[in-house]
Protein backbone atom coordinates (compact mmCIF):
# COMPACT_ATOMS: atom_id res chain seq x y z
CA UNK A 1 0.00 0.00 0.00
CA UNK A 2 0.93 3.63 -0.56
CA UNK A 3 1.91 5.75 1.80
CA UNK A 4 -0.28 8.31 0.44
CA UNK A 5 -2.82 7.35 -2.30
CA UNK A 6 -4.93 9.86 -4.83
CA UNK A 7 -6.78 8.96 -7.72
CA UNK A 8 -4.84 10.24 -10.55
CA UNK A 9 -7.50 11.22 -12.81
CA UNK A 10 -8.06 12.63 -15.27
CA UNK A 11 -11.22 14.26 -13.45
CA UNK A 12 -13.47 16.49 -15.83
CA UNK A 13 -15.75 18.98 -14.01
CA UNK A 14 -17.83 22.06 -16.16
CA UNK A 15 -17.35 25.14 -15.09
CA UNK A 16 -18.85 26.83 -12.24
CA UNK A 17 -19.34 23.24 -10.43
CA UNK A 18 -17.21 21.83 -7.67
CA UNK A 19 -14.47 19.75 -7.96
CA UNK A 20 -13.51 17.31 -5.10
CA UNK A 21 -10.39 15.75 -4.79
CA UNK A 22 -9.31 12.97 -2.61
CA UNK A 23 -6.19 11.68 -0.65
CA UNK A 24 -5.97 8.66 1.73
CA UNK A 25 -2.87 8.27 3.69
CA UNK A 26 -1.51 4.96 5.50
CA UNK A 27 0.77 6.87 8.38
CA UNK A 28 -2.46 7.01 11.36
CA UNK A 29 -0.13 9.30 13.63
CA UNK A 30 0.38 12.15 10.61
CA UNK A 31 -0.26 14.79 11.30
CA UNK A 32 -0.07 17.86 8.71
CA UNK A 33 -1.52 17.61 5.22
CA UNK A 34 -1.21 19.65 2.28
CA UNK A 35 -2.46 20.31 -1.12
CA UNK A 36 -0.59 21.49 -4.12
CA UNK A 37 -1.49 22.66 -7.27
CA UNK A 38 0.91 22.13 -10.34
CA UNK A 39 0.41 23.50 -13.80
CA UNK A 40 1.67 21.79 -16.54
CA UNK A 41 5.49 22.40 -17.43
CA UNK A 42 5.55 24.52 -13.62
CA UNK A 43 6.33 23.17 -10.24
CA UNK A 44 4.45 22.71 -7.82
CA UNK A 45 2.58 25.53 -5.77
CA UNK A 46 1.33 25.65 -1.86
CA UNK A 47 -2.46 26.24 -1.59
CA UNK A 48 -3.81 25.02 1.19
CA UNK A 49 -2.69 23.34 4.62
CA UNK A 50 -5.03 21.20 7.23
CA UNK A 51 -3.67 19.86 10.56
CA UNK A 52 -6.84 19.65 12.60
CA UNK A 53 -9.91 17.63 12.09
CA UNK A 54 -12.80 18.97 9.95
CA UNK A 55 -12.84 21.60 7.63
CA UNK A 56 -10.56 24.57 6.42
CA UNK A 57 -11.42 27.40 4.08
CA UNK A 58 -9.98 29.82 1.82
CA UNK A 59 -11.76 31.47 -1.30
CA UNK A 60 -13.00 28.69 -3.02
CA UNK A 61 -10.95 26.39 -1.57
CA UNK A 62 -12.06 24.04 1.57
CA UNK A 63 -10.00 21.19 2.39
CA UNK A 64 -11.14 18.69 4.27
CA UNK A 65 -9.15 15.98 7.17
CA UNK A 66 -10.73 13.09 8.91
CA UNK A 67 -7.73 11.90 11.09
CA UNK A 68 -9.65 8.80 11.91
CA UNK A 69 -10.48 7.60 8.22
CA UNK A 70 -7.15 8.67 7.54
CA UNK A 71 -8.87 10.70 4.41
CA UNK A 72 -8.44 14.02 3.58
CA UNK A 73 -9.79 15.80 0.85
CA UNK A 74 -10.06 19.35 -1.29
CA UNK A 75 -12.99 21.23 -2.88
CA UNK A 76 -13.09 23.58 -5.27
CA UNK A 77 -16.18 25.70 -5.65
CA UNK A 78 -17.38 27.73 -8.87
CA UNK A 79 -14.42 25.88 -10.49
CA UNK A 80 -12.85 28.17 -13.41
CA UNK A 81 -10.96 26.90 -16.26
CA UNK A 82 -7.39 28.37 -14.54
CA UNK A 83 -8.01 25.71 -11.49
CA UNK A 84 -7.21 22.81 -15.02
CA UNK A 85 -3.71 21.33 -13.10
CA UNK A 86 -2.31 18.64 -11.73
CA UNK A 87 -3.13 18.93 -7.45
CA UNK A 88 -0.94 16.59 -5.48
CA UNK A 89 -1.70 15.76 -1.98
CA UNK A 90 1.26 16.01 1.05
CA UNK A 91 1.32 14.31 4.30
CA UNK A 92 3.98 15.17 6.52
CA UNK A 93 5.15 12.65 9.69
CA UNK A 94 5.71 9.56 8.22
CA UNK A 95 9.55 8.48 9.55
CA UNK A 96 10.64 11.77 10.07
CA UNK A 97 9.38 15.28 10.61
CA UNK A 98 11.81 16.87 7.75
CA UNK A 99 9.72 15.43 4.91
CA UNK A 100 6.98 15.56 2.93
CA UNK A 101 5.65 12.39 1.17
CA UNK A 102 3.72 13.43 -1.80
CA UNK A 103 0.18 11.68 -3.80
CA UNK A 104 0.92 10.95 -6.98
CA UNK A 105 -1.88 13.52 -8.50
CA UNK A 106 -4.54 13.79 -9.51
CA UNK A 107 -4.95 15.98 -13.18
CA UNK A 108 -7.88 18.64 -12.96
CA UNK A 109 -9.60 19.30 -16.15
CA UNK A 110 -12.48 22.24 -15.80
CA UNK A 111 -14.11 22.83 -18.94
CA UNK A 112 -15.79 25.96 -20.38
CA UNK B 1 10.69 37.22 -3.67
CA UNK B 2 11.61 33.75 -2.87
CA UNK B 3 13.63 31.87 -5.15
CA UNK B 4 15.06 28.55 -5.93
CA UNK B 5 17.21 28.16 -9.22
CA UNK B 6 17.77 24.88 -10.46
CA UNK B 7 20.91 25.35 -13.01
CA UNK B 8 19.68 23.64 -16.02
CA UNK B 9 16.53 23.30 -16.81
CA UNK B 10 16.84 20.67 -19.85
CA UNK B 11 19.95 17.90 -19.70
CA UNK B 12 20.47 15.07 -22.44
CA UNK B 13 23.02 12.71 -21.12
CA UNK B 14 24.39 9.29 -22.60
CA UNK B 15 24.69 6.15 -20.06
CA UNK B 16 27.67 5.95 -17.85
CA UNK B 17 27.80 9.85 -17.73
CA UNK B 18 28.62 11.53 -14.91
CA UNK B 19 25.70 14.51 -14.02
CA UNK B 20 25.64 17.55 -11.70
CA UNK B 21 22.37 19.06 -11.52
CA UNK B 22 22.88 22.35 -8.98
CA UNK B 23 20.23 24.21 -6.99
CA UNK B 24 20.73 27.38 -5.17
CA UNK B 25 17.97 29.13 -2.83
CA UNK B 26 18.02 33.00 -1.91
CA UNK B 27 16.09 32.22 1.32
CA UNK B 28 18.88 31.43 4.12
CA UNK B 29 16.59 28.02 4.33
CA UNK B 30 18.21 25.00 6.51
CA UNK B 31 16.64 22.46 4.70
CA UNK B 32 16.66 21.50 0.94
CA UNK B 33 15.22 18.70 -1.09
CA UNK B 34 15.79 16.70 -3.95
CA UNK B 35 12.75 14.90 -5.64
CA UNK B 36 12.29 13.23 -8.54
CA UNK B 37 8.56 13.64 -10.62
CA UNK B 38 7.38 10.71 -13.00
CA UNK B 39 4.61 9.93 -14.24
CA UNK B 40 1.64 7.88 -12.03
CA UNK B 41 3.89 7.99 -9.05
CA UNK B 42 4.48 11.56 -8.07
CA UNK B 43 7.05 13.10 -6.42
CA UNK B 44 9.39 10.85 -4.75
CA UNK B 45 11.70 11.95 -2.49
CA UNK B 46 15.79 11.06 -3.17
CA UNK B 47 17.53 12.96 -0.78
CA UNK B 48 17.37 15.79 1.66
CA UNK B 49 19.62 17.62 3.62
CA UNK B 50 18.53 19.85 7.25
CA UNK B 51 22.12 21.75 7.71
CA UNK B 52 25.44 22.42 5.70
CA UNK B 53 27.02 19.22 5.11
CA UNK B 54 24.29 17.25 6.60
CA UNK B 55 22.43 14.79 4.24
CA UNK B 56 19.63 11.96 4.97
CA UNK B 57 18.75 9.40 2.45
CA UNK B 58 15.25 9.74 1.07
CA UNK B 59 12.98 7.21 -0.34
CA UNK B 60 14.89 6.29 -3.76
CA UNK B 61 18.45 7.12 -2.94
CA UNK B 62 20.07 4.87 -4.82
CA UNK B 63 22.14 5.57 -7.81
CA UNK B 64 22.43 9.45 -6.20
CA UNK B 65 24.59 11.21 -4.12
CA UNK B 66 24.58 14.52 -2.44
CA UNK B 67 26.42 17.94 -2.09
CA UNK B 68 26.10 20.86 0.83
CA UNK B 69 28.88 22.81 1.50
CA UNK B 70 27.31 26.09 1.24
CA UNK B 71 23.75 26.44 2.87
CA UNK B 72 22.50 28.04 0.03
CA UNK B 73 23.97 25.46 -2.67
CA UNK B 74 22.48 21.52 -2.87
CA UNK B 75 23.54 19.52 -5.66
CA UNK B 76 22.03 16.11 -6.78
CA UNK B 77 24.98 13.82 -8.44
CA UNK B 78 24.22 10.97 -10.76
CA UNK B 79 27.54 9.12 -10.48
CA UNK B 80 26.73 7.04 -13.68
CA UNK B 81 23.73 7.91 -15.07
CA UNK B 82 21.39 5.15 -16.69
CA UNK B 83 17.83 5.07 -18.70
CA UNK B 84 15.90 4.41 -15.74
CA UNK B 85 16.96 7.67 -14.09
CA UNK B 86 15.55 10.00 -16.96
CA UNK B 87 13.02 11.91 -15.19
CA UNK B 88 11.76 15.42 -13.89
CA UNK B 89 13.85 16.73 -11.20
CA UNK B 90 12.90 19.26 -8.35
CA UNK B 91 14.71 21.14 -6.03
CA UNK B 92 12.76 22.30 -2.59
CA UNK B 93 14.22 24.12 0.67
CA UNK B 94 12.16 25.37 3.36
CA UNK B 95 12.91 27.43 6.23
CA UNK B 96 13.06 26.90 9.84
CA UNK B 97 11.71 30.33 10.61
CA UNK B 98 7.91 29.60 9.40
CA UNK B 99 7.44 26.62 12.17
CA UNK B 100 8.06 22.87 11.99
CA UNK B 101 4.81 22.45 11.07
CA UNK B 102 4.60 24.13 7.97
CA UNK B 103 4.61 22.16 4.77
CA UNK B 104 5.29 25.48 2.46
CA UNK B 105 8.39 23.43 0.07
CA UNK B 106 9.48 26.22 -2.39
CA UNK B 107 10.55 24.41 -5.42
CA UNK B 108 12.62 25.24 -8.44
CA UNK B 109 11.43 25.09 -11.95
CA UNK B 110 12.77 21.56 -12.66
CA UNK B 111 15.39 20.35 -14.62
CA UNK B 112 14.01 17.44 -16.90
CA UNK B 113 17.11 14.98 -17.75
CA UNK B 114 17.36 12.50 -20.49
CA UNK B 115 19.46 9.37 -20.53
CA UNK B 116 20.00 8.11 -23.92
Not at chain 1, 3 to 26: H, M, R
Not at chain 2, 15 to 39: A, I, S
Request: proline share 3%; with cysteine; hydrophobic share 30%.
Amino acid sequence: QKEVEQNSGPLSVPEGAIASLNCTYSDRVSQSFFWYRQYSGKSPELIMSIYSNGDKEDGRFTAQLNKASQYVSLLIRDSQPSDSATYLCAVKGIQGAQKLVFGQGTRLTINP
Amino acid sequence: DVKVTQSSRYLVKRTGEKVFLECVQDMDHENMFWYRQDPGLGLRLIYFSYDVKMKEKGDIPEGYSVSREKKERFSLILESASTNQTSMYLCASRGFGRGLNTGELFFGEGSRLTVL
